[in-house]
């Protein structure tokens, strides 16, 4: 029994050193490959340990391949891309994209003889990596979505790759803050009131080598309704009088004014036939095209709020088109966010 005793110990000695030694070597092997040194918005750089050649060899050519995704970065690393120095330990890469992450691929190819005398030349990687440029500030951000009747706002931006997440400020756009956090995807969701102008900043950020790195502040976008003739109503009022077309809708604060759609078709042709400052709730038409308006015939309307800002105009986008249809008015669902424009 002793002798059972004393065998599986010395087994669980020689698998614990095993580990050890092993386990060691794993990590320590990290520092031999490639890795991240410096970063900017715009620039990486990347070091690596100095390549030791095989006995009786001599190391040919050194190079590397990089890209946004990873099959592109192993072809471009095949095809050396970019040749270096047979004894360079760093490249920067520069003209990168802010907030954008980027494989990259280091190989070297050597050359010599093997224990038999004969000529061999064999190719190996020095290593992979997936670098991060530092944030930029970010753009695009949009109304994805304005829900009337479960009163939500869906708001989203172009996204950077290199983000481990974005910081987000919701407000009036008096100013009065609604709500601030954080959001690890290109969007984030608020409760909000029909007919009032929301607006908002966002601003990225990055963890590289255990600093943490933010982008600078979206441009201020700004949000709301498309105007109806209530706060949950899906359509304007509308009606034909005389050969005149005539459309009213409910006011909102905040906003620059008002553009009036119209069209005979229910998802093409649709013209502006009206633009108005925003203390307007109403305009008359006279003509669609070259045509006065009839009262048997069929029409499609919608108002688009509209805010200009700094030279950026923001619309409350298409998603309801009242129906006109014979004196009486329906709406049908768009979805469109403006492609009627």
Known sequence: MNKQLKTLSRLVLYVAAFLLVFG????SAKAYGVRQTAQTQNSVTIS????????????TSLYLGYSEDYETASN???AKQIKLPVGATSYTFNGLKPGTEYEVKVYYDEAGKNYKGQNVAYTHSVGSITIKTTPGQVTGLNQLRWYRYIETVDIGWNIQTAADGYEYLFQTHKGKTIDSGVTPSASFSEKIKNYVVYKAQVRAYSTINGVK??????PTGFFFTQPSKGNTDSVVN????GSKLKVSWKKMDGVTGYNVFVSNKAHSGYKKVKSVKANKGSVTVSKYGKKKFKKNKTYYVYV???????GHTFTSGVNYITVLKKGHISSIYSD???QYE
């Open 213 to 218: 790195y933010y982008g600078d502040w979206s």
């Open 238 to 241: 509308a009606k034909v009088s």
């Open 24 to 27: 060691l070597n794993a990590s």
């Open 304 to 310: 688009q709020a509209y805010k200009t800002v700094n």
């Open 336 to 338: 469109s966010n403006g």
């Open 48 to 59: 690596w340990d100095k390549v030791t050649p095989l006995r009786n060899c001599q190391i």
């Open 76 to 78: 471009n690393a095949k």
